[in-house]
């Protein structure tokens, strides 16, 4: 089977930096996907590992330790915006369409 | 990138009946993918719709219940059958333009409430 863990609600200021991570356990491993939902809004893709390390897209990263089976995204100048629920995926297969889902992290960013 | 389109968008069904979803790809993909998610919830996949074979659904999942069609490389259709209350929630379509693609794209979701 799998599983994601991540936390339920995260909190900020604006400007302000904040780390979402996650843990998994899974029976099969293609890479961890981050994605993004607002209220009633379809998920949008982040982020995406494959290798451990680093990947940085503009305000947003992420990063990824296959040997600790843990991975985190990174938001950075943080605007109101980013509120939003924040999920972990990890890739089932070699299509990016078919994932496991971790349970949503609720970021609220504050003035 | 790809744009999805689902409809309807929301609907209220009698429990009982069937509903049937519409995903609309604006490129052709090779497998489109189903989800459900409560209000709130993490996404649950229910099946990967394949174009020319049956769909093969995840555990928990049994096309009895949600049959599903894949006519072409652009469409994909997902039936609620013999809908209850547990039934009531968000069903999203996804799809990947390829195999090397690392990003999927999701549809705007179905919010279905059963009644």
């Known amino acids: 089977g799998q599983s994601l863990e991540q936390p339920s609600e995260v909190t900020a200021v604006e400007g302000a930096i904040v780390q979402i991570n996650c843990t998994y356990q899974?029976?099969?491993?293609?890479?961890l996907s981050w994605y993004q939902q607002h209220d009633g809004g379809a998920p949008t893709f982040l982020s995406y590992n494959a290798l451990d390390g680093l990947e940085e897209t503009g305000r947003f990263s992420s990063f990824l330790s296959r040997s600790d089976s843990y991975g985190y995204l990174l938001l950075q100048e943080l605007q109101m915006k980013d509120s939003a629920s924040y999920f972990c995926?990890?890739?089932?297969?070699?299509?990016?369409?078919?994932?496991?889902f971790g349970d949503g992290t609720t970021l609220t960013v504050k003035p | 990138s790809a744009v999805i389109s689902q409809k309807p968008s929301r609907d209220i069904c009698q429990r009982g009946t069937s509903l049937t979803i519409q995903c609309q790809v604006d490129s052709q993909v090779t497998m489109m993918f189903w989800y459900r998610q409560q209000p709130g919830q993490s996404l649950t996949l229910i099946a990967t719709?394949?174009?020319?074979?049956?769909?093969?659904?995840e555990s928990g999942f049994v096309i009895d219940k949600f049959p599903i069609s894949r006519p072409n490389l652009t469409f994909s259709t997902l039936t609620v059958s013999n809908m209850s209350p547990e039934d009531s929630s968000i069903y999203l379509c996804?799809?990947?333009?390829?195999?090397?693609?690392?990003?999927?794209?999701f549809g705007q979701g179905t919010r279905l409430t059963v009644v």
């Open positions: 995926a990890v890739r089932k297969d070699t299509n990016a369409g078919k994932s496991t």
């Open positions: 996804s799809a990947a333009p390829d195999s090397m693609n690392t990003e999927a794209f």
């Open positions: 719709a394949n174009q020319g074979s049956e769909a093969t659904y």
């Open positions: 899974t029976s099969g491993f293609y890479g």
